[in-house]
């Protein structure tokens, strides 16, 4: 059985086969036309599901970001809420959650873009950040990089934040998105 089942991993087989980055790169599991036809889909959840290696992910990135005085982690819905409060959680940092319209419960900035058919929003509580604070935003996947644009739109629109970074599972270097992020430092653990 090749890695990319996912059935038996454990921390054993990352520890005896190849780097960390390797082993978090072959976990993730292609899965074709979903969620429509023509589209690999970056599937993360044999990773989150292996104990040792959702750890090394995050310890990769807690060491990334200890020194750096964050203030909050922003998690764009829905995987990139996984990833923030873990990370916040390492750091002692606050999360804060971008969210697909009419989910947050108080007053909301709202931010619409651009699909490839038709558009979406985002929104933040209006009382997200304080200013001053200093923050990475995390995502699972850049893909075509519009959420993220979006994302970051939303919060340098409205808050007076110090945005120290972009962080990514994987980046499909193939689509992209960096080019849509103006040169904002970005970090992608894993590339395809
Ligand atoms: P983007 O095209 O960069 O705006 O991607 C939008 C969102 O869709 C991101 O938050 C990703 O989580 C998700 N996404 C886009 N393409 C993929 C893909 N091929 N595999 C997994 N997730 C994807």
Same mark, same amino acid.
């Given at each position: 059985?090749?890695?990319?089942?996912?059935? #038996? *991993?454990?921390?054993?087989?990352?520890?005896?086969?190849?780097?960390?980055?390797?082993?978090?790169?072959?976990?993730?599991?292609?899965?074709?036309? $979903?969620?429509?036809?023509? =589209? =690999? $889909?970056?599937?993360?959840?044999?990773?989150? !599901?292996?104990?040792?290696? $959702?750890?090394?992910?995050?310890?990769?990135?807690?060491?990334? @970001?200890?020194?750096?005085? =964050?203030?909050? #982690?922003?998690?764009?819905?829905?995987?990139?809420?996984?990833?923030?409060?873990?990370?916040?959680?390492?750091?002692?940092?606050?999360?804060?959650?971008?969210?697909?319209?009419?989910?947050?419960? @108080?007053?909301?900035?709202?931010?619409?873009? !651009?699909?490839?058919?038709?558009?979406?929003?985002?929104?933040?509580?209006?009382?997200? *950040?304080?200013?001053?604070?200093?923050?990475?935003? =995390?995502?699972?996947?850049?893909?075509?990089?519009?959420?993220?644009?979006?994302?970051?739109?939303?919060?340098?629109?409205?808050?007076?934040?110090?945005?120290?970074? #972009?962080?990514?599972? #994987?980046?499909?270097?193939?689509?992209?998105?960096?080019?849509?992020?103006?040169?904002?430092?970005?970090?992608?653990?894993?590339?395809?």
């Amino acid at each position: 059985m090749g890695l990319k089942e996912g059935k #038996i *991993f454990s921390r054993l087989v990352y520890l005896t086969k190849g780097t960390i980055m390797e082993t978090l790169k072959s976990i993730i599991r292609d899965v074709p036309d $979903f969620p429509k036809k023509g =589209i =690999i $889909f970056k599937d993360i959840t044999p990773m989150l !599901s292996d104990p040792g290696l $959702f750890q090394k992910a995050i310890d990769i990135l807690k060491g990334r @970001y200890e020194d750096k005085k =964050i203030d909050r #982690i922003v998690g764009i819905e829905a995987r990139g809420f996984v990833f923030a409060s873990a990370l916040a959680y390492a750091l002692g940092a606050g999360v804060t959650m971008v969210r697909k319209p009419g989910k947050l419960p @108080y007053k909301t900035h709202r931010k619409t873009y !651009s699909l490839e058919y038709g558009e979406d929003s985002i929104e933040v509580h209006q009382d997200a *950040f304080e200013n001053g604070q200093r923050i990475v935003i =995390i995502d699972d996947v850049l893909a075509t990089g519009g959420t993220l644009a979006a994302c970051v739109d939303l919060v340098q629109n409205n808050f007076q934040v110090e945005l120290v970074e #972009i962080a990514l599972l #994987i980046e499909l270097d193939f689509l992209n998105g960096r080019q849509k992020l103006d040169g904002l430092p970005l970090y992608s653990m894993i590339h395809f």
